[in-house]
């Protein structure tokens, strides 16, 4: 189940981009300026706030899962 729900986002993620690049660009300096030539660590994630943000804003912006239930 979580294999389809992090696709989703990523690939909601993309399309983002496509539509906003001023915030790629944005998330990219954050991430050249905490991170420079290394992977991220989880310790970085604290500093990354900007790129916190995009990523959490994509699980809102085109929901992997329904939200609302059915009452019967």
């Not at 660590?41 to 970085?44: G, K, Y």
């Given at each position: 189940a979580g294999v389809e729900t992090s696709t989703s986002v990523m690939l909601t993620r993309v399309l983002?981009?496509?539509h906003y690049p001023n915030v790629q660009c944005k998330a990219q300096?954050?991430?050249d300026r905490v991170i420079p030539?290394?992977?991220p660590?989880?310790?970085?994630m604290e500093k990354?706030?900007?790129v916190?943000?995009?990523v959490s804003d994509c699980y809102q912006w085109a929901t992997?899962?329904?939200l609302g239930s059915f009452s019967f």
């Open positions: 983002a981009m496509l300096e954050e991430a030539g290394r992977l660590t989880l310790e970085d990354l706030t900007y916190t943000a995009v992997p899962v329904p």
